[in-house]
């Protein structure tokens, strides 16, 4: 862990985050600036700054954790698709350099589907929905 590192704060409970999901090697939270209804990051428990330095193994595990996660979305909150994205260096708009796999639900109903290209991160979701959506899919998970 990176101790001035912010995603290793919320992995160790330190920072406030809307946990949805954990494995021995993972964690999967909330994103507070969301780009749809049930945008969520699904993060290495061990710190990696970006994909260049991530150990295969520990991206073997994002990636089969998002996939799991995935699967849920369309049933859990009714979402019509899902986009799996990773930002890897500035310029690429990663802003928290500890690597993160944004798993996006992506909705035909456009209230819920604020994701436009080029995304621009900074609008800060609602608390209570984030929440919300963090309990919903937490259920989903334990049920199937």
Known sequence: MSQDCLFCGIVAGDVPGAKVAETETTYAFMDIQ????????????RHSTDLRDIPSADLAEV?????????????????DGVNLLNCCG???????????MHLIP????????RLRLP????????????????SSMRSALQEG
């Open 63 to 79: 990636a089969i954790e998002s996939q799991r996660i995935a699967k849920h979305v369309f049933d859990a909150w009714g979402a």
């Open 106 to 113: 992506r909705y035909r109903d456009k209230t819920k589907d």
């Open 34 to 45: 969301p780009g749809s209804d049930g945008h969520l990051l699904v993060v290495p428990k």
């Open 119 to 134: 995304f621009e991160p900074g609008v800060r979701g609602d608390a209570e929905l984030i929440e919300d959506l963090a």
């Open 90 to 100: 500035e310029d690429a708009w990663q802003t928290v350099f500890h690597f993160h």
